[in-house]
């Protein structure tokens, strides 16, 4: 499972993206998972750190949190 989220600190920050991929021993996918990209407000998206808006907007991946429904 990996996560992506609005900076490095779990305490404070919130998670935007889940994406799955089950792996057998040898690390060979062997399925994917769901790749859910979670809607956050506007008030957590602007206090992103700059580095982090750089690059959740070059993967697009900010203009699909902003657009996703699911929260």
């Keep these: 499972m990996d996560l992506e989220m609005t900076g490095l600190d779990p305490a404070t920050e919130v998670i935007v993206e889940i994406a799955t991929l089950i792996t057998d021993d040898e690390l060979n996918v062997v399925a994917e998972g ?3 990209v ?9 206090a992103m750190d700059p580095f982090v808006v750089q690059m959740h907007t070059s993967s697009g991946l900010l203009t699909a949190i902003r657009e996703s429904t699911i929260t």
């Design 34 to 36: 769901p790749d859910l």
């Design 38 to 46: 979670i809607h956050q407000p506007e008030a957590a998206l602007v």
